[in-house]
């Protein structure tokens, strides 16, 4: 299910013109800042060989910085003022990285989701779970039973899911109950498929942030499921 916060900042976000523009750290690797946390564009941030930062703008914009690198956190690219410009960028960044990564590997090419929230379980690839939230494994609706089994990679132990006919979502626990783990095999009848969980913190509820970092990530399909959200609420006339 798609949470209430999010759909109240949707109204936010589309109403209000986008002003000074605040960063959302979504990855940090040689240099002292934490996923999740926020900072001014601009800030002089240092990477040394090998570093890496990438941050989420408060439009959607995703900003990559790698090491060597000695100066401000800023996208060269002018904000995008209104909803309908930053969804028009949005939905181009989602199609530059899905043509990047493949539309096989990135699931642009799956059968939507009704709820950005749902996790694919018939699929391998990426996928964003909002920290500390149950995951809701879903599967395009059918007719037909269908098992699965999960795994963690060293196979330590397995999970079983029966959908019976014309069930679409298992509600199931954090994943923090479940070993932390966060990379799953999955089985399905002769089929063997990996799906990687990326978690992104409850505290980040902004929705063009929150489809920035699922397009970073390569929840395309996700992604597509929350742009189908934002598209309806400009076309109802919230915004511009």
Known sequence: MMRASLLLVSAIWFAVPTAAQSLVVVEARGVELKVGSRLDEGRQVKLLAGGKLVVVR??????????????PVRSKAAPNRGAGRALAALVATRNDRANRVGSVRSGSNAAPLPSPWFIDITRPGERCLVEGTPISWWRPVTTASQDFTLFPLDRSWNAQFRFAADQETITITKVSDI????SFLIKDGEREYSI???????????????TGWM????????????????SRDVKQGIGE
Do not use: F, M
Request: some cysteine.
């Open 179 to 182: 070993d932390g783990t966060k």
């Open 196 to 210: 990687r969980l990326h978690l992104i913190p409850d505290t980040v509820t902004e929705p063009a942030v929150v």
């Open 215 to 230: 397009i970073e990530k390569g929840c395309i399909q996700q992604a597509d499921a929350l742009l189908a959200y934002l």
């Open 58 to 71: 408060s439009d959607g914009t995703v900003i990559s910085l790698r090491g060597p690198h000695d100066g």
